[in-house]
């Protein structure tokens, strides 16, 4: 059974950085690949990105394509994802899942976890 643990949110400034971690369990990293995603009050769900199980190859969505970057450690399990020049629109609620990308578009495929929460204010 998958099952991720979500940490790193918090409180942060405009133009600040965070760095989120996402603990993978019931499965290894080049199995399953695993995304970001997103969700704030009144907003649609948005997959931020992705990074492809086989070679690590990593998708975006548009709106944090050159600020964001996830990356993985395969050896301890985790998925990070590093987010610079935040803006408050990128306020919401993170959560990791395993992913697939179809026409460019970021999509859950599994289960996730509570997630963690960013807000990005001043």
């Known amino acids: 059974q998958l099952r991720f643990v979500e940490s790193g949110g918090g409180l942060v400034q405009p133009g600040g950085s965070l760095r989120l971690s996402c603990a993978a369990s019931g499965f290894t990293l080049d199995y399953v690949s695993i995304g970001w995603f997103r969700q704030a009050p009144g907003k649609e769900h948005e997959g931020v990105s992705c990074i492809v199980r086989s070679d690590g190859t990593t998708y975006y969505a548009d709106s944090v394509k050159g600020r964001f970057t996830t990356s993985r450690d395969i050896a301890n399990d985790t998925v990070y994802l590093q987010m610079n020049s935040l803006k408050p629109d990128d306020t919401a609620l993170y959560y990791c899942?395993?992913?697939?990308?179809?026409?460019?578009?970021?999509?859950?495929?599994?289960?996730w976890g509570q997630g963690t929460q960013v807000t990005v204010s001043s």
């Open positions: 899942a395993a992913c697939i990308v179809t026409s460019s578009t970021i999509m859950s495929a599994s289960s």
